[in-house]
């Protein structure tokens, strides 16, 4: 899982800042998307792999620019209520490029699931920028040739591209899911169906949403 590490020592769910962090890329994704969407008939989204307490957000995108991709972002927030409030916003000014890099030694799992390659991005948050707090984190994008990772963009990582979204607190309980295939039984355990913005699929305002963004999911949730 994640390498992202907090000061266990303090109790307090601090960010590290010191030169021992290990910052080499998550092991491979193992989830399986099939096994969890027949679980979703009969019980509401649920966190469904097992939980890093290092992590506190986990967003899963697909899309096809042109051909088929997958991703999953990893993600230590050190207040997650607040980027619940102000909004989870990235872009290309949270990519640390020097650690960025290459893979094609992908396990068994993804391998069955189409995946040959994978490219994986460190990023962080902006110090430039002072909503939503401090945070940082691995995203892992799958794809089974080159130029489908050589062109992708952290710009695709879109609200529209979500596939899944969860959320836990210090304690790694959970506080927040969200599944495309049901909006409807979308929660969350802090701010109940506060709009929230950024990279948060739900819930949305209705106000302050595009129109693309207003039908995000139809017809655009892939389930493998």
């Known amino acids: 899982m994640s390498t992202l590490q907090t000061d266990n020592s303090q109790h307090e769910g601090r960010l590290r800042t010191d030169d021992s962090r290990d910052d080499s890329p998550p092991p491979a994704?193992?989830?399986?998307?099939t096994t969890f969407v027949h679980q979703l008939a009969r019980m509401?989204?649920?966190?469904?792999?097992?939980?890093?307490?290092?992590?506190?957000?986990?967003?899963?995108?697909?899309?096809?620019?042109?051909?088929?991709?997958?991703?999953?972002?990893?993600v230590y927030a050190a207040d997650v209520p607040a980027l619940m409030r102000q909004g989870f916003y990235v872009t290309k000014e949270n990519v640390?490029?020097?650690?960025?890099?290459?893979?094609?030694?992908?396990?068994?799992?993804?391998?069955?699931h189409g995946w040959t390659k994978g490219r994986n991005y460190y990023l962080e948050h902006n110090s430039s920028f002072t909503w939503g707090g401090r945070w940082h984190g691995y995203l892992t994008?799958?794809?089974?040739?080159?130029?489908?990772?050589?062109?992708?963009?952290?710009?695709h990582l879109t609200v529209e591209a979500i596939q899944l979204a969860e959320a836990w607190n210090r304690q790694g309980e959970p506080v927040y899911?969200?599944?495309?295939?049901?909006?409807?039984?979308?929660?969350?355990?802090?701010?109940?169906?506060?709009?929230?913005?950024?990279?948060?699929?739900?819930?949305?305002?209705?106000?302050?949403?595009?129109?693309?963004?207003k039908g995000m999911w139809e017809g655009l949730c892939i389930v493998q």
């Open 29 to 33: 994704y193992e989830c399986s998307t």
């Open 44 to 74: 509401p989204p649920i966190p469904r792999h097992q939980h890093d307490p290092t992590t506190s957000l986990r967003f899963e995108f697909a899309g096809r620019s042109p051909t088929r991709w997958e991703a999953v972002f990893d």
């Open 96 to 112: 640390r490029e020097s650690k960025n890099s290459f893979t094609a030694s992908l396990s068994e799992t993804n391998k069955r």
């Open 141 to 155: 994008v799958f794809a089974n040739d080159l130029s489908t990772l050589s062109n992708f963009r952290i710009e």
């Open 177 to 213: 899911a969200f599944h495309c295939e049901y909006p409807n039984q979308s929660w969350n355990a802090i701010y109940d169906d506060m709009p929230m913005k950024g990279l948060w699929p739900w819930p949305r305002d209705s106000k302050a949403d595009s129109p693309t963004e």
